[in-house]
């Protein structure tokens, strides 16, 4: 069935370092890729998206790959901050209706 | 605007025993989404609800769980009976557009002891 593959599961930075997070995904029928970032205690919440009609995107300090051919889609985070750290889930959907498929999370910890 | 709620915040219940968990999607959302992550894994869809209708449920485990949504606007998904390997995180997520960004509630946490 359909999987999203994600790495590192856990990432630890110098504040104002990058971060990079890779996903990789299997039904090519995938077509919408959020990203979501999970706070203690919190719910999931959207920081990003990317259509497959566009190979990047971006938002201030963030920003989203993605290559159709290689099914890869990457989280960039430039100039870390205490308050990124979290837990941060890629997702795909697209084929199968409305439903998102998770990757298995990366704990991302930003050191002052 | 009020976000997506859910309730309780956190439930312990005994093997056996019966819970009821509850979401308010965002007002005017028809697309309404549960899904559960277990023990720190990835989170994983278990259905869809479009209004009133079950759009898609192909994630929900087995026959012990019973997801409704009477009129459209709140859900519910009842586990009955609980067992051990059903403690985890329950999520309810709602959008307005299938294959557009969803909105997370906070979660649920479920413990079955």
């Known amino acids: 069935g359909e999987n999203v593959e994600q790495h590192p599961s856990t990432l630890s930075v110098q504040e104002g370092d990058s971060a990079v997070i890779k996903c990789t995904y299997s039904?090519?029928?995938?077509?919408?890729f959020p990203w979501y970032k999970q706070e203690l205690g919190k719910g999931p919440q959207l920081i990003i998206d990317?259509?497959?009609?566009?190979g990047e995107k971006k938002d201030q300090r963030i920003a989203v790959t993605l290559n159709k051919t290689a099914k890869h889609f990457s989280l960039h985070i430039t100039e870390t901050q205490p308050e990124d750290s979290a837990v941060y889930f890629c997702?795909?959907?697209?084929?199968?209706?409305?439903?998102?498929?998770f990757g298995q999370g990366t704990e991302l910890s930003v050191k002052p | 605007e009020a976000g997506v709620t859910q309730f309780p915040s956190h439930s312990v219940i005994e093997k056996g025993q019966t819970v009821t968990l509850r979401c308010d999607p965002i007002?005017?959302?028809?697309?309404l989404y549960w899904y559960r992550r277990v023990m720190g894994k990835e989170i994983k869809f278990l259905l869809h609800?479009?209004?009133?209708?079950?759009?898609?449920e192909s994630g929900m485990p087995n026959n012990r769980f019973l997801a409704e949504r009477t009129g459209g606007t709140y859900s519910t998904l009842k586990v009955q009976p609980a067992e051990l390997e059903d403690s985890g995180v329950y999520f309810c997520?709602?959008?307005?557009?299938?294959?557009?960004?969803?909105?997370f509630g906070p979660g649920t946490r479920l413990t079955v002891l």
């Open positions: 007002s005017g959302h028809d697309n």
């Open positions: 997520a709602s959008s307005q557009v299938i294959e557009t960004w969803q909105f």
């Open positions: 997702a795909a959907s697209g084929g199968q209706g409305g439903k998102l498929i």
């Open positions: 609800f479009v209004k009133e209708s079950k759009q898609d």
């Open positions: 039904d090519s029928a995938s077509n919408y």
């Open positions: 990317i259509r497959s009609n566009v």
